[in-house]
């Protein structure tokens, strides 16, 4: 498959590489277009992929492509492009916001619009992307674009309607979970510990009680129940952390967050 994007930051970039490393496509199956100069070079020396001068070159080029530009510029992006698309050829969407119908609308034409919400633990291969699309996209182009998505990490296909939700639940909360890191990190040197260490220490926490969550299947407060002894140091942390409101405060951030992804 000859594979292009439309833009080359850090999604575009994380999803490469789990593209090439895992043999999805080869890299001169793979054409770029970027804003710069510098970022198609550097695009090249990294990843060994063609470039291109122009985004419509990258559409006449490939089978299918990612649209890896931000939000604010799909409109003028797509309005650039919409002569060269050819009917049925698939697009892959990651900007939040922007909904099948409207995609639908600015291209004017039949094609196969994957919509799609990833994530930048993409990069380093541990990504989770939310997919939806249209009825009329033929299966095998929505399993090209999921052995596309699930060469940087999981992908699940969900309803249209949740993919607000899947801004704050996974594209975004990355961010709260490395203010958690830090913050904890920030306790520890308080308490003694060398910062290196501690960043070590709590990053390596967060991983293994994630991992804990998905191989055992346990409720997150099972698995929470098992760190408390009676009258010990967890449940003396947790009783703060509920006086302080940690678990309202997540949920309103997040509810926060899906309000934005409505109005992009």
Known sequence: MKLGFIGCGNMASAMISGILKNGVCKAEEVIVSAKTEA?????????????????T???QASDGFVLAVKPQ????VIAEIRDSVKPGQMVI?????????????????????????PNTPAMVGEGITAVCCGEDVPQQTLDDALKILRSFGKAEIVPERLMDA????SGSSPAFVFMFIEAMADAAV???????????FAAQAVLGS??????????????????????????EAVRVLEETGFRGSVMAAM??????AKSV
């Not at 970022?39 to 985004?55: M, P």
């Not at 510029?73 to 003028?76: A, G, K, P, T, V």
């Not at 308080?190 to 070590?200: H, L």
């Not at 191989?215 to 009258?231: I, Q, R, W, Y």
Request: proline content about 5%; aromatic content about 6%; charged content about 25%.
């Open 190 to 200: 308080a308490d003694g510990m060398p910062r290196a260490q501690a960043y070590t």
């Open 255 to 260: 509810k926060a967050c899906t309000d934005k």
């Open 166 to 169: 899947v801004v704050s639940v």
């Open 210 to 235: 994630a991992k804990m969550v998905l191989e055992t299947g346990k409720h997150p407060a099972v698995l929470k129940d098992m760190v408390c002894s009676p009258a010990g140091t967890t449940i």
């Open 39 to 55: 970022t198609l070079q550097k695009a090249k020396d990294k990843f060994g992929v063609k470039t291109a001068q122009s985004n």
């Open 73 to 76: 510029f799909y409109e003028s």
């Open 57 to 59: 070159e990258v559409v």
């Open 93 to 117: 969407t990651i900007a939040p916001g922007k909904t099948l119908a409207w995609l639908s609308e600015k291209f004017g034409k039949p094609v196969s619009i994957i919509r799609t919400m």
